[in-house]
């Protein structure tokens, strides 16, 4: 009893399938493919028996690896002696004492429920039923519920479902803040002002702090996501413990507040001082925010655009925020050779060898005795060689 041909039928209509096969008793394979994967489902009399793919993360071993079964330094073992035997790779396992032959069964079960579940959330699928005997040499007759199946394939299609959904909400506002927090001062991050108290700032960490957790992306796929909610976190935390102490708490508003008066002539070298001195003594993030102040009350001072750059590039994430700044140094003073020289680093630290070289030659073109540039260079070519 062929079926016909199905292409994309989506998790209601695999259900469908299946339920459909469950009724009729059907004996033969049920084949899904695509253009990543072929995969078998083997069903006698109504019943699930087995199920084969030619994915390696659907292989018995991974799977046992999966359920807990036996660790990598096992498998490794077990795959040495099959390329040498030929060996069943499950038979090879019990016979060193890995797994029992009850545990070697409930993995072979767990590897067909495995790669019959994955079907549900198949996308770009053809399926077809091919009624038959089955090739009983190749297979182990196994019986597999397909009512609990199907009940837990569509659970799974539902829940994966709902948190594509989340994860699409949590990524619009990780990306919003991501943007807004490259600029933000710690009372800024943790919405707070001068007069907030203890009590505000932990209420104001913990909410942000469980909404933008990089726990909430455990299960994602999207690495950008959860580097955006790494350095989010990160930033959060880091405000906090600048904030949470009272004496700290006081230093940091008392710089704001002088922070913000806007300066002009001899005024805007307190600002300078205060920058390097945070920069010297480590304080990267200090003095970012110090010199961030500096191009805005004198946004044509290279010197403060490239002092910007320097305290970004320390600062995890920001080499993309010092590259900007930096090019802005170079629109307002491009025969400065110290500014290609560190844009130059910034390039070499991100690991852009070309462009960071072409910097390095610009630095050498208006100051052929640049030392940081020929240090630059002879870098790149160290890394070349080994």
Known sequence: ?????????????????????????????????????????????????FASSNLEEDRLGEMLIKAGLITREQYDISVEILKKTGKQQGSILV????LTPRQLFEGLKFQIREIVLSLFDSAETVIEFREGE??????????INIDDLIREGEKRFNRKNRLSEEEAILKKKAEEFFMRIRDMSPADILQVKETSDYKEIKSNYYRLAKEFHPDRAFY?????????????????????????????????FKRISRSTVRETGPDLHI??????????????????????????????????????SRSLSHIPGRLKDAETALLEAIRLDPFNADYYTDLGHIYLKAGLKKRAKRQFEKALNIDSANGDALKGLNMINTMDDT
């Open 95 to 98: 016979e060193l004492g890995f």
């Open 1 to 49: 009893m062929d079926i016909p041909e199905r292409r994309n039928p989506g998790s209601d209509g695999f259900s469908s399938i299946l339920a459909d096969l469950k009724d009729k008793k059907a004996t033969g394979t049920l084949v899904v493919r695509s253009s990543n994967f072929l995969k078998r489902v083997f069903l006698k009399g109504g019943e699930i028996v």
């Open 134 to 143: 089955l090739p009983e040499d190749e297979i182990i007759g196994l019986k």
């Open 271 to 308: 600002h300078y001082k205060r920058g390097m001195e945070e920069f010297r003594t480590g304080n990267y993030w200090g003095a970012a925010e110090v010199f961030r102040w500096l191009t805005r009350l004198d946004p044509k001072s290279p010197r403060a655009w490239q002092m910007l």
């Open 220 to 252: 994602s796929e999207d690495r950008e996501l959860k580097e955006r909610l790494t350095y989010i976190f990160d930033a959060i935390t880091k405000a906090y413990n600048e904030l949470k102490d009272d004496e700290k708490r006081q230093e940091f």
